[in-house]
């Protein structure tokens, strides 16, 4: 039987693989259907100590992807192209979804952990319109 090591036993160096086996396939795959190793991140709720989570206003979005590939944790979930939601077991609060959004008003915002979806979606910012001014006048 395997004896897994825990993260403070590990030795410098070491190599983690993400994957039990084999996963040639593994960015066509959907997250949840990858042999995911018993250590890897994926299998842990690790979002526990966000302070400030990303909100979805759908009504703005554009499904660039832009959220998904910059995502340092691969918290964006989407499916054929479309923003669908965000995994809140694995976000850590990070910010850079809304960063790299380029919506005007931005259809990801950054809110306090508490604050219910429907208040964050009701207290969103209108449309800057000094922004639209200012890319006609380039």
Not at 5 to 17: R, V
Request: aromatic residues 10%; proline residues 5%.
């Amino acid at each position: 039987m395997k004896k897994y090591l825990g993260w403070d036993e590990l030795i410098p160096g070491a190599l983690l693989f993400s994957f039990d086996g084999e996963c040639e396939n593994s960015a066509n795959l959907k997250q949840e259907d990858r042999p995911y190793s018993n250590f890897n991140s994926y299998t842990a709720n690790v979002g526990d100590w966000r302070v400030l989570k990303p909100i979805l206003n759908k009504e703005f979005c554009i499904d660039c992807q832009f959220c998904w590939i910059y995502c340092p944790d691969t918290s964006i979930i989407s499916r054929d192209k479309k923003m669908i939601g965000i995994d809140y077991n694995h976000c850590k609060g990070c910010g850079v979804c809304a960063d790299v959004c380029p919506t005007n008003p931005k259809s990801l915002l950054m809110f306090q952990e508490q604050v219910a979806e429907q208040d964050a979606i009701a207290s969103w910012p209108a449309k800057d319109e000094s922004k639209v001014e200012s890319k006609k006048d380039e």
